[in-house]
Each structure stands twice: as structure tokens, then as C-alpha cells.
């Protein structure tokens, strides 16, 4: 199918709609859709949260009778089941919409083309593929939990241009500067979970929040914050019950390996009233079961998670090919050979050993660089 050049205007016209849901759409896809007739958008919408209307809908609310003889613009594949609001691809068809054009098909497997189907069946044109990558790229953790079962896995680190991430006695406040600290609010915000170690609470007592005034200036000043789950592996429960980050609001998940002592009973009575979780993983090595742990995130509906934690955890997840993203903050300083590098890697020996990388993105964020990363993967 060839589209014009006013088919991708209205296109992307509906991803930035959908691009407004950004922060508050999980678990379900962010969408956005346009409604075009005579030449002229009737109708708009977008997706804001779990529970509510689908794009569509709003798009055909605003629209009203106008929808009748309309192009839809919308950037995943109109709904053919009942979930939690009625099929959207009925709503059209009820509509009277003239032609669908879609940027992909749904990879839920409850719509996968069903909703085209259903479309198609009611006489309604119905062209997909227009600036697919683009809304791959807006829904990527969605996807990911779609055809595997499990979230997708963004690690965070900052780094020294000598790929340092702390001085030997582990001072690293700050490496990167306050624009570049601001800026991992927005990576928060997007992501369903933040796992980090034990480690990193212990010598850091970080909170791993959305912060209340960042939020606002993400999204809109009356919408509820909503704070990822904090996820943190503790094997042998060292977290002391006064940690910051139990203190604060959003649910906290301790992955611990054992189930044997009265600590954990301890711990679990404590979580519980400060509103956490204690649950039990294998463990592998000499940590937890890193796939088991991406296993238990994609049944919680987890679709974007961030690693924000120390090199040697960090480098489990790459060592261990369970990573889509590398988000790297690089600063335009140098820390010296004595200071920490940035992932505790093994020693490799070949060539054929090395974890090779794709960088698909690079942005300056005050006076650091922000770096992403994909794996090859062969």
C-alpha cells in the first residue's frame, strides 16, 4: 500500500495523540487515533488510562455524526474483544467510518488481526503499515510482554568518559548533572517496575520515585502520579525495615531466595504493612533467577521495567542477554583507573565472546551525553 503525504501528516498527528499517554497508560498500549473527513480532523483522541475509553472512542466522541464517511487514523489495531470497554472495531463500523488506516496490528493475542477482520468484513477499507516503526518504537514494552511473556528490560547507568561509574570508595554524587538526573525521571515515569539490588539500598537509601513535582511537568498537573513498583533482590533479607524507599507511596517487591527462617515471616509482616511484598524466587549462581524474575514481572503486566542498579547487577542482565536497552548518561569528566568501572563484566578471552551493541540514539542533556543502546542479536 502506498500512502501519501497527508496520510502520514494525519499519522503522526495521531502518535503525538498517543504519545500523551505516555506515562499513564500500563498496562495496557498507548494509542491515538484522527478522525479525517472532507479534508478536515472531525474528531481526535487518545488513550489515557486502563479502564477508560480506548482512543477510538474518544476520537468518535469528539467526532459525533461528522464521523460518518471518515478516515480513522490509529496507531495499533482497533480492539475486536471485550475487556474492559466494548470493541472499538465495532464502534466504527457503528460509526460509519469509510477506511482504517493503522499503523500495526495488534499483537495482543486476543485481537492479532481480528479487529481488521471485523473491519474488513463490514465493508470498511482497511490499510496497515503506515509509520509501523514508529509505533513499535511508542510501544515497545507492550509488544515485548506480548510476544514473550515478559517486560522490556531498559538498564540505566551513568558513566565517566573514562567509563567510570564511582571513585574506588563508591562517592558518586554526582558524575552526571542535574539536567541529566532530571532527565532519568521521564525513563521512571514510562516504566512499570524499577528493579535494583540490595546493595545499591544499603549504600545509597535511595527512594526510586517519580518525583511529585516531575510528574507534573511530565504529564498533566491533574493527573494522580503513579509510581512504578520498586522490585528489590534481596537473597539473604538484609533490608532494614527503615529503608526510604518503603516509606514512600507506590508498592514495593522484595525478591528474596529463601524460605526458611523466622527473618523472612519478619519481613514479610513488615512489607505487608508498609504495603510491600515478599516473594520467593530460585535462586541462579550467585544471585536470583534473573529470567525467573522477567517471568513473574510479565505476569504482574509489566511492560517496561528499568535497572537502576550497581555494576555487578547490572552486569548479570547483560551477561546474561536479558536486556533490550542500554540508557547510558555519559559525563564530560574523568575518574582515573582506580575508580569503579561501569559493569562488573568476567573477563572475556575472543572475539567471538563480545557483547555487541547498536546505538540508535544520542542527545545531549545539559552537558552530558544520553547514549542508547540495542544488543545484536544473531
Avoid at 583507573?337 to 545539559?366: H, N, W, Y
Amino acid at each position: 500500500m502506498t500512502f501519501t503525504a497527508i496520510d502520514h501528516t494525519y499519522m503522526q498527528r495521531a502518535l503525538a495523540l498517543a504519545k500523551r499517554g505516555l506515562y499513564t497508560t500500563a498496562p495496557n498500549p498507548r494509542v491515538g487515533c484522527v478522525l479525517v473527513a472532507n479534508g478536515e480532523v472531525v474528531g481526535e483522541g487518545f488513550h489515557v488510562k486502563a479502564g477508560e475509553p480506548h482512543a477510538e472512542r474518544n476520537a468518535l466522541l469528539a467526532a459525533g455524526d461528522n464521523a460518518r464517511g471518515a478516515t480513522c487514523y490509529v496507531t495499533l489495531e482497533p480492539c475486536s474483544h471485550t475487556g474492559r470497554t466494548g470493541p472499538c472495531a465495532d464502534a466504527l463500523i457503528d460509526a460509519g467510518v469509510h477506511r482504517v488506516i493503522a499503523a500495526m496490528e495488534d499483537p495482543h493475542s486476543k485481537v492479532a488481526g481480528q479487529g481488521f477482520a471485523k473491519l474488513r468484513a463490514a465493508g470498511i477499507q482497511v490499510d496497515v503499515g503506515l509509520l509501523e516503526s514508529e509505533a513499535r518504537a511508542l510501544n515497545s514494552g507492550f509488544i515485548r510482554r506480548m510476544e514473550t511473556g515478559r517486560p522490556y528490560v531498559r538498564i540505566k547507568l551513568a558513566m565517566s568518559l573514562d567509563g567510570r561509574t564511582a571513585m574506588a570508595s563508591g562517592e558518586s554524587k554526582w558524575i552526571t548533572g542535574d539536567a541529566a538526573r532530571e532527565d532519568v525521571q521521564h525513563w521512571r515515569a514510562c516504566s512499570s517496575a524499577i528493579i535494583s539490588g540490595i546493595g545499591t539500598v544499603l549504600a545509597d537509601d535511595p527512594s526510586l520515585t517519580v518525583r511529585p513535582q516531575s510528574w507534573r511537568a511530565l504529564t498533566y498537573p491533574d493527573v494522580a502520579v503513579r509510581q512504578p513498583v520498586r522490585v528489590i533482590l534481596d537473597r539473604s533479607l538484609k533490608i532494614p525495615m527503615t529503608a526510604k524507599l518503603l516509606g514512600e507511596a507506590g508498592q514495593t517487591l522484595l525478591v528474596s531466595g529463601q524460605d526458611d527462617s523466622g527473618t523472612a515471616a519478619e519481613h514479610a509482616g513488615a512489607l505487608t504493612q508498609k504495603g510491600g511484598e515478599l516473594i520467593y524466587l530460585p535462586s541462579s549462581g550467585s544471585g536470583i533467577d534473573l529470567a525467573a524474575l522477567l517471568d513473574e514481572l510479565g505476569r504482574r503486566e509489566c511492560n517496561d521495567v528499568l535497572v537502576e542498579a550497581g555494576p555487578t547487577l547490572a552486569a548479570a542482565f547483560v551477561r546474561e542477554g536479558l536486556f533490550d536497552e542500554l540508557l547510558i548518561y555519559m559525563a564530560p569528566t574523568l575518574l582515573g583507573s582506580s575508580a569503579r568501572a561501569l559493569l562488573a563484566m568476567p573477563e572475556l578471552e575472543k572475539m567471538s565472546e563480545q557483547i555487541k551493541l547498536t546505538l540508535f540514539d544520542c542527545v545531549q542533556i545539559g552537558d552530558d551525553l544520553r547514549l542508547r543502546y540495542q544488543p545484536v542479536r544473531c
